[in-house]
C-alpha cells in the first residue's frame, strides 16, 4: 500500500517521508506560489487539461514563470502511475508551484499523491450543512483590484482554512461566501452550483471567484444531456428557493447542501442525475 508520492517537475521521486522545501521557501514563509488539486480515479488523474490551463492562469496572476504544461503533464502520469502501482483507492493529486527560496534561484515545483480523506467520502454520501460568512467586499472588488488575487488559486488559503474552523465552531461542515452586497459568491475550497428545474446555475466568475473546473466540465455533459447551464447573480434566498444546492470541487465532487444558516434544504429529485454527471465529467471531459 502507497501513503503517498512525491515527484519533482524534473522527473525526481522523493522520498514522502523526508523534508522537500528549504526553510527559506515562499510557498512556507509567505504562501507565494499557487496549486492545483486533482483527483485519482481507476488510475488516472482526472480533468488535467482544464486544472492545467487554470496553474497557467494563476501563475500569470502571480507573475511566475508560465507552466510548461507538458512537463507538468508528464510528472502528473509519472506521479500517478506510481500511486497505481501500490493502491487501487482514488487519490488527491496537488500541484505545487511556489516562486523558490527568498534568496532567489529557481520556482519549486512538485507533485504529490496521497490517500483520499475520509471526510470527502462522508460528504459524497451525507451532504454538507454550511453558513453563510460576509467575505468582506464587493462584487467589484477584484476588477478595482487585481493585484488581490481573487480569482487565482494561491497558495495563501489561512483564510479559507480560518473559515472553515469557524463553520466547525458553529456546528456547520462548510461556508459559503457572500459578497458585500449579499451575493453568492463561493466556497472555501468549492464552486456553489443550484437547479432550477433543468437548469443549473453557478455565480460569474466575474464577480472576483476562482472559475472552477469541475462546473465547467460538468456543464459541459450536463449542456450534452439537455440542461440548460448559466452563469449569473445568486443570493442566498434562491438557495433556499432551489430544487437543489451543491457545492462542486475536484476531489469531494458533488456534495449536497443539506442546511443553509439552520434552514434544511429540501431533498433534490435530480440528486443522482447530477452526480451522475459530475462522475461522467471528471472522467471524461479533457479540455476547458
Known amino acids: 500500500m502507497v501513503d503517498s508520492v512525491v515527484v519533482t517537475l524534473d522527473g525526481r521521486v522523493h522520498d514522502a517521508g523526508q523534508p522537500l522545501l528549504f526553510a527559506d521557501d515562499l510557498a512556507a514563509v509567505r504562501g507565494d506560489g499557487v496549486f492545483e488539486t486533482l483527483l485519482v480515479r481507476g488510475g488516472v488523474a482526472c480533468a488535467v487539461d482544464l486544472h492545467l490551463a487554470r496553474l497557467v492562469e494563476s501563475a500569470t496572476a502571480l507573475a511566475l514563470p508560465v507552466p510548461d504544461v507538458d512537463q507538468w503533464r508528464a510528472v502528473i502520469e509519472q506521479a ?34 496521497g490517500p483520499l480523506p475520509e471526510r470527502v467520502r462522508t460528504v459524497r454520501d451525507h451532504g454538507v450543512s454550511v453558513i453563510t460568512l460576509d467575505r468582506g467586499y464587493s462584487v467589484e472588488f477584484s476588477s478595482r483590484a487585481p493585484w488581490q488575487l481573487a480569482g487565482a488559486k494561491t497558495l495563501s488559503y489561512a483564510t479559507n482554512m480560518a ?25 472555501p475550497r468549492s464552486t456553489v452550483v443550484i437547479a432550477r428545474g433543468k437548469t443549473l446555475v453557478t455565480p460569474s466568475i466575474e464577480q472576483g471567484i476562482l472559475a ?41 465532487l458533488a456534495a449536497r447542501v443539506t442546511e443553509m444558516n439552520g434552514v434544511v434544504l429540501g431533498w433534490p429529485s435530480c440528486g443522482d442525475e447530477l452526480r451522475a454527471m459530475v462522475d461522467l465529467a471528471v472522467e471524461t471531459v479533457p479540455t476547458g
Open 80 to 113: 500517478t502511475g506510481l500511486w497505481t502501482q501500490g493502491s487501487q483507492d482514488e487519490g488527491v493529486l496537488r500541484l505545487v508551484l511556489s516562486r523558490g527560496r527568498e534568496g532567489g534561484g529557481d520556482p519549486t515545483a512538485y507533485v504529490t499523491v
Open 163 to 187: 473559515a472553515l474552523r469557524h463553520a466547525a465552531a458553529q456546528g456547520a461542515d462548510d461556508v459559503i461566501y457572500l459578497s458585500s452586497e449579499g451575493r453568492v459568491l463561493e466556497g
Open 212 to 252: 472552477g473546473t469541475t462546473v465547467a466540465g460538468l456543464f459541459q455533459v450536463a449542456e450534452g444531456a439537455g440542461w440548460t447551464c448559466e452563469r449569473g447573480h445568486l443570493y442566498p434566498a434562491d438557495l433556499i428557493a432551489a430544487d437543489g444546492v451543491w457545492l462542486i470541487s475536484s476531489v469531494t
